[in-house]
């Protein structure tokens, strides 16, 4: 929740769209490595919404 | 041991850096738009594209030589005086010269240069045709200009969609299911495939994939694919798309590719991309167009077509083609394949105080395949005297390139759709291809 919500502010000022928002608390899981942090942050920037943004 | 260093001129290589930034910012707006937002582009009517398009259609290779490539060393006119008293340096000598370089002879008045004997069987099997005097009839020296013209299919700097783009955007494509029907064998999308639907740049395609650790490249595809299966209808097929092809490439595996007949390409960029070419096309994917740059062609000084610079591009390219051709002609791809290739202009007649050559005008063209009806030099050759020369200075362009290229479009690639693909132009067909 903390990660997506710290990348929802800085990538997305704070407007990640739902379904994005699910899948990415889906693909980090409950305790992501460091290793999965990055990568959801490397999804996060290459997502459809974030084209847009 | 350190020889001369050529040194572009620095409006081309200004261009070099334009042209990676504009062109780069398009290539991500093509990835992510598809094809609705091409501008003046008709899309004719599924009945009469069904009417006008066969099934069989060439796969056509674009080849573009960036810099201006000097025809005049390429394919020699040794038949003409007037080009040994301008270039008293770089002249390549006649075929019956005692030199131990000379040109080879072809016709009795052209010749190729030494470093292209690659290409002389390919020419005399009737699969190599070289059209001279040819080019673009505007009358720019400014690479920047020429090369947006000569791709876009008009002179016109408002233009931005290529003649190979949208002749994809007026055809149907060969295979309905293909991910990709234009491939770029470039960093960005260049202009001459600019509009055409489902067209990539793939500079290598071993490295067009998605990065990071293989444990989880998996669950990251599924991500992207879940995320975009949600997206407006352009950007989840043009990511349905671009998936699809990260799939074809994974099959096709070219890092362990086989060219037959025993072909050996070189280890350089330009045979690199000819054996990606060989490799997309073997695979059967459905693609239709390929384009390839290859650059460093603006020879102003230190030139030397027979063991310099303008040697070391010649071999290059004949090497390629060479590889190429033994490669898809023993695979029995050759009959459907067409490959052009082209340069924005060709070069001064006289040679300049740096051994090099300027900007000119007339220069030739090259066409390889199975249809190409070769084994001569089409041409009306205007003659090299002082008054015969393009503002006194360049050979005349007689045949523009668009005549080529619209006869290739129509006869081999099945689009009659000319007036959008050479906008404002009636092409004159030269008898260049089967068809």
Known sequence: ?53 | MSGPRFKGCSEYETLSRRGFLGLGAKAAALAALGPSWLPNVKFASRDRLDAMFGEERDIIVSVYLRGGCDGLSMCVPFGEPNYYTARPQLAIPRPDSSATQKAINLNGFFGLAPALQPLKSIYDAGDLLIVHATGSRDETKSHFDAQHFMEAGKPDKRLWTGWLGRHLSTAPPMSPAAPVRGVALTHQVPLTVEGGPKTLPLSTLQDYKIGGFDETLEGRRNWLQNAYAAADAALANAAANVDATLQMLANLNFQNYTPAGGAVYAENEFSMSLKAAAALIRYEAGIEALHIDFGGWDTHEYQFPLDGQMASLMDAFAVGLRAFYTDLQAAGFMNRVTLVVVSEFGRVLAQNGSYGTDHGHGNCMWLMGGNVIGNRVLTQWPGLAPDQLFEGQDLQVTIDYRDILAEVVQKRLGNSSLSTVFPEFTPTFRGAVEG
């Open chain 1, 1 to 53: 929740q903390t990660v997506v919500r710290r990348i929802g502010e800085v990538l997305y000022g704070g407007t990640v769209p739902e379904p994005e928002r699910t899948l990415l608390l889906n693909y980090l899981g409950s305790n992501p490595s460091p290793d999965t942090v990055r990568e959801a942050l490397g999804l996060a920037m290459a997502g459809p919404t974030f084209q847009w943004y």
